[in-house]
């Protein structure tokens, strides 16, 4: 009795989030879920990927956004990384496993991550900060208009709440840049 040449696999998505520093399984809701798939045991981690790759990217984009914004890596179904010169055939022998799960990992590009593209970017320290501008805005308004004589009955901007609103900024900021 000749042996199959094909073996049935399970891929399913995991993708990273920036705001919980985390990779998330991706529902079928959004475009993931398991996708069930005849695969030749011949098939290595590349070729798991391109076809992980096309499911769940159909014309190279998802509700996630374009494939060419992500970078990607394939996983074992204990979310451990594969050997690059492993078929699915050896798989099978190895585990001795009637279904075989692979895990497609994706990352945004730092460039293209929603929440966290300001914060990653080089020249970030040369850029004004906006919530900084604001306040000091305020502040310069206050201060500038003759017909307020005592900013502090007319405005909860006093120096000190100023001066606690920037604390209060850099302390979520540089919490917000080691999520990232």
Known sequence: MPKKQERKIEIGWFDYDYRSSEYRQVRTLNGGGVRYINAPKTWMQDDILQHGKKVFFLNGKSKRGNVTDFQFEVRNFMGGRMDNDCTIGDLYTLTGSKL????????????????????????????????????????????????NESPSKTSSLTPQTVQLRVQEFMKTRTQQLQKC
Do not use: W
């Not at 320290?125 to 201060?143: G, I």
């Open 100 to 147: 075989l799960r692979f895990y497609i990992y994706s990352k945004k590009l730092p460039t293209t991550a929603v929440g966290c593209s300001e914060m990653e970017s080089p020249s970030d320290d040369s850029l004004p900060d906006h919530k900084l501008l604001q306040v000091n805005k305020q502040v310069a308004n206050l201060s500038s208009d003759p017909s």
